[in-house]
T-cell receptor, first 112, second 112 residues
Framework: DTAVSQTPKYLVTQMGNDKSIKCEQN?????MYWYKQDSKKFLKIMFS???????INETVPNRFSPKSPDKAHLNLHINSLELGDSAVYFC???????????FGDGTRLSIL | AQSVAQPEDQVNVAEGNPLTVKCTYS??????LFWYVQYPNRGLQFLLK??????LVKGSYGFEAEFNKSQTSFHLKKPSALVSDSALYFC??????????FGAGTTVTVRA
């Protein structure tokens, strides 16, 4: 069973489009995260939700909007995609205090 | 803010030789430190963590890490490296608001 699953795995789209990435975890964790990994493999947190409540919101353009319908799901919607949004986006889940975080396999977003 | 540094972009070792991946940290309180590994086109996998207690922490796949408070280091080690250990390794520290801050990563290549 996949613990943290993301869809789609690959996303190729044009600049200016709107797209969504979905994430689901079956580990029973209360907290979910979105990370961005750039072309140099540098990882940075974007958002975190605990029991459907936003708890971490880093300096991310407001074109990015996370949504958590329940604690097992955290989706990421991106409006007006730009070339600089090309990256791999990772979803993760964990128990907030004890960690560790469990990661999905990532969504590779390519903007043409 | 908490941070970690991984001074080496790349580490190359021969199979069967000891492997060390370096990490130093900067924290304002007690450190909560982690090591993750990333294989190509996969998400991060948890290897081990230090929260408190014994300075030598044992983890998955035969890896261990030594916490050294005086040197503010948390180096990852494996006594005998395998070709399959070739991957990207990340050190991370947990902030007071429970988010993980990652180092820049170290690419390990183990040659047969």
């Amino acid at each position: 069973d996949t613990a943290v699953s993301q869809t789609p795995k690959y996303l190729v789209t044009q600049m200016g489009n709107d797209k969504s990435i979905k994430c689901e975890q079956n580990l029973g964790h209360d907290t979910m995260y979105w990370y961005k990994q750039d072309s140099k493999k540098f990882l940075k947190i974007m958002f975190s939700y605990n029991n459907k409540e936003l708890i971490i919101n880093e300096t991310v353009p407001n074109r990015f909007s996370p949504k958590s319908p329940d604690k097992a799901h955290l989706n990421l919607h991106i409006n007006s995609l730009e070339l600089g949004d090309s990256a791999v986006y990772f979803c993760a889940s964990g128990d907030i205090a004890n960690q560790p975080q469990h990661f999905g396999d990532g969504t590779r977003l390519s903007i043409l | 803010a908490q941070s970690v540094a991984q001074p080496e972009d790349q580490v190359n070792v021969a199979e069967g030789n000891p492997l060390t991946v370096k990490c130093t940290y900067s924290v304002s309180g007690n450190p909560y430190l982690f090591w993750y590994v990333q294989y190509p086109n996969r998400g991060l996998q948890f290897l081990l963590k230090y929260i408190t207690g014994d300075n030598l922490v044992k983890g998955s796949y035969g890896f261990e890490a030594e916490f050294n408070k005086s040197q503010t280091s948390f180096h990852l080690k494996k006594p005998s490296a395998l070709v399959s250990d070739s991957a990207l390794y990340f050190c991370a520290v947990r902030d007071d608001d429970y988010k993980l801050s990652f180092g820049a990563g170290t690419t390990v290549t183990v040659r047969a």
